[in-house]
């Protein structure tokens, strides 16, 4: 089964928020972190850091859900944010992404 996920990246703690859906999370936040896409909102703003996600198990829901969040207040993603993550911190930066492979 595919999973999607909806997911918040950010340059640093408090800053720029960017939300995102996909299908392939580890090959998107490679994407993000190598800027493959060098005139992006992502790579202009130096959003490279997983904050936050979420998975689903089909498409509509995911889409859905990253609308949903995109309409939201930016105090009620922050508060969504630190219920799941208070420091901020990567949550990519244990996984094994093979950067060779984007290169």
């Known amino acids: 089964m595919n999973h999607w996920y909806v997911y918040i ?5 408090h800053g720029v928020l960017y939300i995102g859906v ?9 994407e993000h972190k190598l ?9 202009k703003y130096n959003c490279d850091k997983l904050i936050y996600f979420e998975t689903f198990n089909q498409a509509d829901n995911a889409s859905l859900r990253e609308k949903q969040f995109k309409k939201w207040k930016r105090d009620w993603k922050i508060k969504l944010i630190e219920d799941m ?9 244990n996984w094994n992404l093979n950067f060779n492979k984007l290169r």
Do not use: C, G, M, Q
């Open 85 to 93: 993550n208070p420091s901020w911190s990567d949550l990519s930066i």
């Open 35 to 43: 800027k493959v896409y060098p005139k992006s909102f992502t790579a």
């Open 22 to 30: 996909t299908n392939h999370i580890d090959e998107r936040v490679k």
């Open 9 to 13: 990246i950010t340059n640093k703690s």
